[in-house]
């Protein structure tokens, strides 16, 4: 009897043991991965660091440079091949992808960097880095298209190719654009029927 209850206390530590062991793999493995994982740098999303940038100023009210409030600063939003310029006046009668992107290049143009995180799901703020702090960005000819739409649970997951120029860009929110330069960027956004959060950013790489 004694016998077969030391047999019994072997076989679960064994069991325990073999059980911690495949946990212990499974945490070291999952954790290396995540290591090497580059996270998405969406300051520099092209790889394209080489550029001349102006002298970031924290001070500076954008909307007293008269050249750069003559240019269009409104969002083209177009979805299912229909498209309209959202305003201040429209933006909440449009899809709530449509009013975020609104309060989102908003939130940028007014360098709002404390605000800015909020756009994006907790997911992806994991595996991203995000400017810290950015000044106000004299963003213009800004257009954002539906590309794909596919259910999701509890919603949709749109993809959108986003455009913008930067006028005097000074690196603080994209280091990697030239002045007047556009580059197309992929914006991946979760959608219910009340709200819409970023869930991935990308763009092609320059070299």
Do not use: W
């Amino acid at each position: 009897m004694v016998s077969l209850l030391k047999n019994k206390k072997k076989l679960i530590i064994i069991i325990l043991s073999s059980v911690l062991a495949v946990l212990a793999l499974f945490f070291a493995v999952t954790g290396i991965s995540a290591l090497l994982t580059p996270k998405v740098d969406t300051q520099n999303l092209t790889g394209n660091g080489d550029i001349s940038l102006a002298e970031p100023d924290y001070t500076e009210d954008i909307f007293e440079d008269e050249k750069y409030i003559s240019k269009q600063r409104e969002v083209f939003f177009t979805f299912d091949g229909d498209g309209e310029f959202i305003t201040a006046e429209n933006y909440l009668t449009f899809s709530p992808a449509g009013e975020m992107f609104y309060n989102y290049f908003n939130c940028v143009i007014k360098g709002d960097h404390a605000l800015y995180p909020s756009f994006f799901s907790e997911a992806f703020k994991k595996t991203a880095i995000l400017p810290e702090k950015f000044t106000m960005q004299k963003l213009y000819d800004i257009s954002v298209t539906l590309e794909s739409r596919e259910s999701a649970d509890g919603g949709y997951t749109e993809l959108y190719s986003v455009r913008y120029r930067i006028m005097d860009n000074n690196g603080t929110f994209r280091s990697d654009l030239e002045n007047g330069t556009v580059i197309p960027v992929y914006y991946t956004v979760f959608v219910t029927k009340t709200d819409a959060v970023i869930t991935g950013i990308s763009a092609p790489s320059v070299k």
